[in-house]
């Protein structure tokens, strides 16, 4: 079995900064490439940034030059630093990861339980 355990999310005023974390556990051979999504109430989940094993980052045109993606591939951790939060970042942030649980296996996408980021005005 695979968990993706996020932390971090809050509340927080216009302007100010967030650190979410995940962390992945449990049976892993190896990971891919890791993201942040988020969906905000009534729309579509939607890639936020993401980061392969490389460390080749990719950021939605709407969060570039505010967010910051990276990763700990000893921890099996992602982090997303989030600077200048506006109003509209309001949303639950979910974690993503493609894991292959062995050598013969495929890498599968695996989701956590989301953390809800709350930006007031």
């Known amino acids: 079995q695979v968990q993706l355990v996020e932390s971090g999310g809050g509340l927080v005023q216009t302007g100010g900064s967030l650190r979410l974390s995940c962390t992945a556990s449990g049976s892993i051979f190896s990971i891919k490439t890791m993201g942040w999504y988020r969906q905000a109430p009534g729309k579509q989940r939607e890639l936020v940034a993401s980061i392969t094993r490389g460390r080749i980052t990719n950021y939605a045109d709407s969060v570039e030059g505010r967010f910051a993606i990276s990763r700990d591939n000893a921890k099996n951790t992602v982090y997303l630093q989030m600077n200048s939060l506006k109003p509209e970042d309001t949303a639950i942030f979910y974690c993503?990861?493609?894991?292959?649980?062995?050598?013969?296996?495929?890498?599968?996408?695996?989701w956590g339980q989301g953390t809800q980021v709350t930006v007031s005005s």
């Open positions: 993503n990861a493609a894991i292959s649980v062995s050598f013969m296996s495929d890498y599968a996408d695996y």
